[in-house]
Structure formats: C-alpha cells, structure tokens
C-alpha cells in the first residue's frame, strides 16, 4: 500500500500533459534610418537665409562676418579720395551686387591679400542702393560664394563718413 501512495503521485504526474508552449512574439522588423533631405536653397535670393556673421563698424570700416575669422565682405571709406571700397574674400574679375532696386555687374580688382576690391565714388546711386535696399543685398562673383547680406545701419555710416 506504500508503494502504492509513492507510485501515486507519480502516475498522476505521467497522465498530465506539457504546458502550452509560451508563443514567441516575432521582433518587429527593423527601423530603417531616414536620412533628412538637405535643405534645399531657395531660387530667389532675396528668401536664402543670411551668410553667417554680424556687422561690425569701426573709423570709417564695416565688416562682416563670423567673429574671430576675417571677414566676408568689408566696407571702407577712404575720406581723402572721398571713395567707397568694397572688398571680399577671392580672386575675381567682376563682382555682382544685387540689391531690391537692380543688379549690376562691377569690375574688380584683387590685391596683395587675395581679397576682391571695387570702388565707388561717394555719390555714386549704387551705394543708395546698397543702403536703402529693403532687408538685404547680395554681393558674388564667378568662383566665390554668393555673400547674403542684411542691409543694417553699418554700410550707410561708411557711405556717410564719405559724404560728410
């Protein structure tokens, strides 16, 4: 009867059947990695964004540019000759400048420094131009970057210092 009451358990044990196999939940498939669109730059120049920087003024000199690095558009007047000098970085032989009245090409000249220059005599209607244009100008050149300018207070007081 001992045997019996050990064997039992053992039986009952026998006669049960396997738990239900837990059901595998399949890994969802992989995220694949999207890659934004670059931006693409509007046609209009007059909606691309700024070129990086600030203006900077100082005896008769506008800079612009990123702090730290030299400029990419400089503005100067020489009060002697009563001239308004442009300047940017690069070696080219016209410059365009656009601004919300026109756009016109300019002959330039590059110096020692590498750097693009064209002058304008101090009345010239160009630099109304430049300091009346509503919101920005644009200043480029065949193998330069177009430079997007905000048209603040720091052109038109170079243009000033050499009409006064």
């Known amino acids: 009867m001992r045997r019996l009451i050990v064997a039992l358990p053992l039986l009952a044990a026998a ?5 239900a196999p837990v ?10 990695l999207v890659v934004p669109p670059k931006p693409v ?5 007059r ?17 612009y540019g990123l702090d730290g690095a030299p400029p990419l558009l400089t503005m100067q007047c020489d009060p002697a000759r009563r001239l308004v000098v442009l300047s940017v970085a690069g ?20 110096g020692a420094d590498g750097r693009s220059r064209l ?5 010239d209607p160009q630099l109304d131009q430049i300091a009346f244009s509503r919101g920005r100008f644009s200043v480029s050149g065949p ?12 052109p038109s007081r170079v243009i000033e210092d050499c009409r006064n």
Do not use: K, M
């Not at 002058?119 to 009345?123: G, H, I, K, P, R």
């Open 15 to 19: 006669c049960t059947t396997a738990p």
């Open 23 to 32: 059901p595998q939940v399949a890994a969802p498939p992989p995220t694949p």
């Open 41 to 45: 730059l509007p046609t209009d120049w």
């Open 47 to 63: 909606d691309r964004p700024y070129s990086a920087g600030t203006w900077h003024y100082a005896d008769h000199v506008a800079n």
């Open 91 to 110: 070696s080219v032989t016209t410059l365009t400048i656009r601004t919300s009245y026109a756009q016109r090409d300019w002959p330039a000249q590059t």
């Open 119 to 123: 002058s304008f005599v101090a009345t």
């Open 143 to 154: 193998n330069i970057p177009e430079i997007d300018i905000p048209a603040w207070a720091e």
